[in-house]
């Protein structure tokens, strides 16, 4: 895509699109997605160099495709981090002294359809510098180490840029003042700019506890030292995360609200922390060789009641969310924060939508913090009860994915939730203006048609189709990179069947009042031949998908009008899939589309679907997604009466 | 593995193990081997830079599973290279006026087992400083540009090191004199060194051409510009390779001895093919953007003579072999000439082997330079009888991979050794000291058991495993990394039926008089316990497959002696595979192994099956790998006696 700059004309060196506060995952994600989609970007962060130790460090299923989609993800595994595939569960023995393994199930069980089913394990310090090395090559370099002193936004003073903000470094040595359009803070649990906003967080679970957690290269003979666990024992309990160098990292409760001599600030050496391991493992030996890094911290549940006032300071990450460590969730949820804010920005800046698509940010991701939390305390609560059983593990372990006869306990049936939720592919949004559902102002029949496995709020499903022009196997989910648009998937079924509807489709498309004519690139005269994603709108790539042979299709015949330019995006659904391996077409199979008829899908630019619509001959394919398009999008779309 | 430096005490910093001479793909990959296992090298070459554009750029799939092995595939996917998949036909139509596609088909069919089935196409320069990255990663830097005036090899004059040689810079400003154990002469077609050692270049087809090659960026409407393509027709032929960057090159056939006016200084300008290519390409049109390379070079297909004379001086990749740049395979032919020399050099210097190894270098690598250019031949003459018919396009097809009733005629049998020899796959290697055959020395009835889908100087079949200690799904074959070492892959079976096989085996490995034991490092007590490859020998790394579930095995338990110090190295057979979709233990199915009794594949350093032996109680196993091993081994290995 050409970098395209925004309304910065005239404002001087002072005046950016967004002034973002915080380094860490969210805001990195944040200005690394907005500096590639070519806004300028202030961002600062108060510690003077990125994190050197501790800190997050689970990079959960679905936020690898996502790396992957920024094309990240292989700077990340250069440091070949650890790969957790499998929980184990360790508890006392008959005698209580020793502790044995009872049960281990996968991170990431087969009956969901991931493409990298575990949890990647790293430093935050590399994953933070991998983004800072990418958001270099776009001229963003973050400030070091300043803070925000003051801020203010109101609309009337400057409609352009609302926002005035006061920097100085931390050292009081400098200032700056600057005016944006937004400002973001991301700087973690005690944020400034959520106090600043008398913006409360709500606690939902009064439980606090006092962590202890150890990262460290050890010598030991306990047999899981190299997977994720969660050891009980008479001694107290520890959690056992793998990392990349030999490293493991140790969590240990030290002190909690619900027992009797709680005290907030209760702590230990890490000379205890080692001691008391050492019982825990009994009767496994463990020795640190090397201690990178130790903590003790106190933490409880509690979400921000608020993630904006205006739509013009926004919160996100830590700022809005804290919980338990243990659940590996922070930088995940933080990633998914910030691609949220960044497309609605990226979409009403550039003209695309109304300003109102940003206050679906704290509805959406208010709400996938809320079902973190409340699952995060069901599942402990159930785990508090008893380990799993034998036949649990089993119901839920990969070889009996297909299996339905099992009868579902409350157990399984929060441990599947479980696994959806932290690998990611189980966030999903309500519906709104985006995500269409019954209720949405877009009614054409042709909407969501029957037998849609996409579910609207949920991610994209993974597939594998072989790219025409030049034969490669590919995931579909993966074709369109990161570029904030809509991704149109035309699953076009039989090209015979829906030549017809297909060419309607493309004249719809093209047509100056549908969506997509609507929002053409101003420079769409000079864009080069070789742009595979965005040659006519900033805002939409188009992929056609045939349930065909890849040597039985042949663009020039089988691909209509502007679909056409979309050359590098037509594919061929002719890749055999495990999961459906009847299916003559797997993806159309795996989306619940017609082999023959196919079917339209609306991606949003985060990978989760807004809706889907039947692909039909005459123009209500294209009427139908103009009418969905036209819930949030600044201009009026024009349908095309049937008789044109 | 702990870095082991050789012999060079005392010997002041003009002693080398080795001078390599070209830093060319066959160069670099000999000094990264070396460099990584310890070697003191001096590598020089005559460009004062890697290659800046054109040369080769083919990887073939088997050398992207080598490249991984060695850590260095992810560097070279990050330049995007372009992937090929599948390679298009096309011909003259009925009218003779146009072009048309007739046929295309994978270029790495699915009956060919291969983790990547593509070929991989990047500028050979990009390739080329990854290993440059990572000899100065070792310490080694290239001295450019220099060159050798001259050599000579005496080991009565100096037995350490008998190679002396005196180099140059190119401008003549400055000359060193140093000595060495070996020489390499990897400088290409005209090799000096190969001159001067009166080696004569054999011509096995007299025919020679005069080739134009040129990359650019071009702007077209022929569909498979993004394929590899063979296209003739009344104007003439090209060959169309795709290349990163939305680059494309062109190969076309300037001049032919065969041709009525065979001119060997027959050129052409870049306009003049520019011109022939848009004919060529008619009724498709074609245009320039940009040309980064062109060039017009006259090709013979030839192999020296010899590669070495005395086993201290070798020659290797186009300084043995030139063939036709459509074959794509100088490279991959340059990167396994060079490990196939590493390995053996570092059998020899480090002790483990006899000299006499050495020579299986040019036993091996002339014979598969025969091999290649006798193919190269023969597919060359087939084609040029006809285009392949349709219905031979589809036996080879993957979809017809199951399909063992279809009659092979001439050309599918050409045409699918064809595949297996340029995917790397087909390489292979006859009866020698390391492979094993009926007439090798080692001749215990154990030995190639019956059923073994192992082929003895064949590459190692690929399988999935999970490895035991972090659930992890691995690649069985990538486990162990290029090191240097002999891996022996113990496929144990049933774990309670091979119980008592398995200790006894591992009790023989541990014995002092075994190929294992008489071979311990030097510094085998302050090895780290991190160490995974070679806790006790420099020369041998052990896996242990058990065809169980990951769950059902506990290292403590079931993996005795000392091939529980390779905790890493011991992994479950678990994982489905669609090839042999009814196994219980899919790698042993695929090996041809007992589910129960499991047997031992002992794998060359290189990727190479050397021999297999059954799994058996007592001692008889050990022995027949001591006899296996005695063959080419230093020492006097003792066998066991039964009653022991």
């Given at each position: 895509m050409t970098a395209h700059s925004h309304s910065t004309q005239g404002?001087?060196?002072?005046?950016?699109?967004?002034?973002?506060?915080?380094?860490?995952?969210?805001?990195?994600?944040?200005?690394?997605?907005?500096?590639?989609?070519?806004?300028?970007?202030?961002?600062?962060?108060?510690?003077?160099?990125?994190?050197?130790?501790?800190?997050?460090?689970?990079?959960?299923?679905?936020?690898?495709?996502?790396?992957?989609?920024?094309?990240?993800?292989?700077?990340?595994?250069?440091?070949?981090?650890?790969?957790?595939?499998?929980?184990?569960?360790?508890?006392?023995?008959?005698?209580?002294?020793?502790?044995?393994?009872?049960?281990?199930?996968?991170?990431?069980?087969?009956?969901?359809?991931?493409?990298?089913?575990?949890?990647?394990?790293?430093?935050?310090?590399?994953?933070?510098r991998v983004f800072i090395n990418d958001l270099e090559s776009n001229g963003v370099r973050i400030q070091r180490p300043w803070t925000v002193t003051s801020f203010k936004s109101d609309e009337n003073e400057n409609p352009d840029?609302?926002?005035?903000?006061?920097?100085?470094?931390?050292?009081?040595?400098?200032?700056?003042?600057?005016?944006?359009?937004?400002?973001?803070?991301?700087?973690?649990?005690r944020s400034l700019i959520r106090k600043q906003l008398n913006i409360e967080v709500k606690h939902i679970d009064l439980i606090e506890h006092v962590w202890g957690v150890m990262d460290g290269v050890v010598k030991t003979d306990f047999p899981d030292i190299k997977m994720k666990c969660t050891i009980h024992s008479q001694h107290g309990s520890i959690m056992v995360i793998p990392r990349e160098d030999n490293m493991v990292r140790l969590y240990i409760q030290i002190a909690s609200s619900n027992e009797a001599d709680w005290n907030p600030r209760k702590t230990a050496t890490e000379q205890q922390v080692q001691e008391s391991a050492k019982k825990i493992l009994h009767p496994y030996s463990i020795e640190w060789e090397r201690v990178e890094w130790y903590s003790v911290y106190p933490i409880g549940q509690g979400i921000s009641n608020r993630y904006s006032l205006d739509q013009r300071v926004f919160l996100g990450g830590d700022a809005c969310h804290t919980h338990s460590p243990k659940a590996g969730q922070g930088m995940n949820t933080a990633f998914l924060d910030a691609l949220n804010l960044a497309w609605k920005i990226h979409a009403v800046e550039g003209g695309l939508a109304h300003r109102d698509l940003l206050k679906t940010y704290e509805s959406e991701r208010k709400g996938v913090a809320e079902s973190l939390l409340d699952f995060d305390?069901?599942?402990?609560?159930?785990?508090?009860?008893?380990?799993?059983?034998?036949?649990?593990?089993?119901?839920?372990?990969?070889s009996r994915m297909d299996n339905h006869d099992i009868e579902e306990d409350e157990f399984i049936k929060v441990f599947k939730e479980s696994c959806e939720f932290t690998s990611g592919y189980g966030v999903s949004y309500g519906p709104n203006e985006v995500n269409w559902s019954q209720s949405h102002p877009a009614t054409s029949t042709l909407m969501h048609p029957e037998g849609t496995r996409l579910r609207t709020g949920h991610i994209f499903i993974n597939s594998d189709v072989t790219?025409?022009?030049d034969a490669n196997v590919v995931h579909l989910e993966q074709e369109i990179p990161l570029n904030g648009s809509f991704r149109i998937f035309i699953f076009a079924g039989n090209p015979s069947v829906t030549?017809?509807?297909?060419?309607?489709?493309?004249?719809?498309?093209?047509?100056?009042?549908?969506?997509?004519?609507?929002?053409?690139?101003?420079?769409?005269?000079?864009?080069s031949h070789h742009e595979q994603h965005n040659p006519h709108s900033l805002f939409f790539t188009l992929c056609t998908v045939f349930a065909a042979k890849r040597s039985q299709i042949e663009i020039s015949r089988d691909v209509p009008g502007l679909l056409a330019r979309y050359r590098d995006h037509v594919y061929a659904d002719d890749r055999w899939d495990r999961r459906v391996p009847n299916a003559k077409a797997s993806a159309h199979a795996k989306m619940g589309f017609d082999?023959?008829?196919?079917?339209?899908?609306?991606?949003?630019?985060?990978?989760?679907?807004?809706?889907?619509?039947?692909?039909?001959?005459?123009?209500?394919?294209?009427?139908?997604?103009?009418?969905?398009?036209?819930?949030?999008?600044?201009?009026k779309l024009t349908g095309i009466a049937p008789s044109l």
């Open positions: 404002a001087g060196s002072q005046f950016y699109d967004i002034v973002i506060v915080g380094a860490g995952p969210v805001g990195l994600m944040l200005s690394t997605c907005l500096a590639r989609w070519g806004y300028r970007i202030k961002h600062i962060d108060n510690r003077p160099e990125p994190t050197s130790t501790g800190r997050a460090d689970g990079i959960q299923p679905r936020s690898l495709d996502l790396l992957r989609n920024m094309g990240l993800k292989s700077a990340i595994m250069a440091h070949k981090p650890a790969r957790v595939f499998e929980v184990a569960f360790w508890n006392p023995d008959r005698s209580g002294s020793d502790i044995v393994r009872t049960g281990t199930w996968a991170s990431c069980p087969s009956f969901i359809d991931a493409r990298y089913p575990f949890t990647t394990l790293l430093h935050q310090g590399h994953i933070e840029f609302p926002v005035y903000v006061e920097l100085k470094h931390v050292d009081g040595t400098a200032t700056e003042t600057v005016r944006a359009k937004y400002l973001f803070g991301g700087e973690g649990a305390h069901r599942y402990a609560k159930l785990f508090s009860q008893r380990p799993p059983a034998t036949n649990e593990v089993e119901a839920v372990s990969s790219r025409v022009v030549k017809v509807a297909l060419r309607d489709l493309a004249r719809g498309l093209g047509s100056k009042g549908s969506f997509y004519g609507s929002y053409t690139r101003s420079d769409i005269d000079i864009v082999e023959e008829q196919g079917a339209v899908a609306v991606v949003r630019p985060d990978g989760y679907v807004g809706a889907v619509t039947a692909l039909a001959e005459g123009y209500e394919t294209i009427n139908a997604l103009n009418e969905y398009f036209s819930t949030f999008c600044t201009k």
